[in-house]
Structure formats: C-alpha cells, structure tokens
T-cell receptor, first 110, second 115 residues
Framework: GIQVEQSPPDLILQEGANSTLRCNFS?????LQWFHQNPWGQLINLFY???GTKQNGRLSATTVATERYSLLYISSSQTTDSGVYFC????????????FGAGTQVVVTP | GAGVSQSPSNKVTEKGKDVELRCDPI?????LYWYRQRLGQGLEFLIY????????KSGLPSDRFSAERTGESVSTLTIQRTQQEDSAVYLC?????????????FGSGTRLTVV
C-alpha cells in the first residue's frame, strides 16, 4: 500500500504565528483529506482536496497530485488550533478507503 | 441524526470477553468506515461498507474481528475473545459516496480498554 509521510512530527507555535504542514505520498492518490483531531480526540474534516487549492478561514490547503504532496497552511494561529493534524490519501482502486499519516502534533501557546 | 453517533463511548472489558461496538451514520450517507487508533498513533483502516456491495474487509487484523451493516443504516463491530492489544479507540466515519468525494465525517469514537 501507499506510504504517507507527514512533517514535521511536532510543531510549537506562538499565538499569531503562521505555519505549513506537509504530507508526502509514496504513490499516486486519487483522493486526499486533511483532518484536525482536537485534544478531546474528536476528528474534524478540514478539507477534501484531491488537487488544487482551497481556503476556509485561516486555513488553506494545496495539493499537487502530480508531485504527490499536499500542504496545509495555518495563518494567525490560535490556541484552539492545537491538536493533531492528519492527512489521508485515497487508495487507487479502493474507493473510500484512506491511508492516514502519523500526524503532526501542533501546540499553540498564548 | 446530525452527526455520526457511536456507542458506547467507553468500554472496559475483561480479556477473553466479546464486545460489540455500534455506529449510527449520518442519514443518507451510503458509505461507512471503521478505523482503529491506538494511543498516540495514526488511524488504521479496518473495514468499509458501501451500500449493498460486499464490504472491504482487508484491514481487519484477525478473524476475531467482524462487522455487519444492514443496508445503509447502523453498523456493529464485534471483537471476540478480546486481547489487551485490542485496547484502542475505535472510530466510525460515514460519507455520501464510495468515491469519498464529500470527505469523511467521524464519530466521537469508542474507547475500548481490555484488562
């Protein structure tokens, strides 16, 4: 199966800072999602983004499918952005089944 | 309902006992997925249902694990003869289509502890 590598594994930010999280795939993916898992364990879907760029408030994501990577941008970070960010790639010929990365642990300090 | 509902939220069981976990997807979502998350780790795919098609069971770790879903409604994940390594959070998600074009919505999970 495909390998999903996320970087950095950990990130500490001061409130108001910007950051970029990266997700690399070992093979082509036909679907891609970004999730935020809050400190209480709830997973929230941030973006469904197989290609191109999307924005939602202070968050935006870009996927370059031909180069097998995706980026998540957090601007003007807030303490509520703390948690773990996961990317997940859809496996070819297995619609709906996603391979998750190990996540990036983000801590935003006041 | 408005979201994906999982029950129980927490389950403590003795090693060797069977457990049944329940997932109630968002109404109208045809696809349903089970994942497992061990402490501090990412999510492992277990099984995927799409409508009345045969489920993709390729992620089930052993024959002690099974899951059922009737039509496009509730799903149950059963773990027989539980072992300590089964301790994890079991997460259920649903989506509108098998192509995942709408992305997943996850439930809050069932935290299973095997003692």
């Amino acid at each position: 199966g495909i390998q999903v590598e996320q970087s950095p594994p950990d990130l500490i930010l001061q409130e108001g800072a910007n950051s970029t999280l990266r997700c690399n795939f070992s093979d082509s993916v036909n679907n891609l999602q970004w999730f935020h898992q809050n400190p209480w364990g709830q997973l929230i879907n941030l973006f469904y983004i197989p290609s191109g760029t999307k924005q939602n408030g202070r968050l935006s994501a870009t996927t370059v499918a031909t180069e097998r990577y995706s980026l998540l941008y957090i601007s003007s970070s807030q303490t509520t952005d703390s948690g773990v960010y996961f990317c997940a790639g859809g496996v070819e010929n297995s619609w709906g089944k996603f391979q998750f990365g190990a996540g990036t642990q983000v801590v935003v300090t006041p | 309902g408005a979201g994906v509902s999982q029950s129980p939220s927490n389950k403590v069981t003795e090693k060797g006992k069977d457990v049944e976990l329940r997932c109630d997807p968002i109404s109208g979502h045809t696809a349903l997925y089970w994942y497992r998350q061990r402490l501090g780790q990412g999510l492992e795919f277990l099984i995927y249902f799409q409508g009345n098609s045969a489920p993709d069971k390729s992620g089930l770790p052993s024959d002690r694990f099974s899951a059922e879903r009737t039509g496009e409604s509730v799903s149950t994940l059963t773990i027989q003869r539980t072992q300590q390594e089964d301790s994890a959070v079991y997460l259920c998600a649903s989506s509108f289509s098998s192509a995942g074009t709408s992305g997943y919505t996850f439930g809050s999970g069932t935290r299973l502890t095997v003692v």
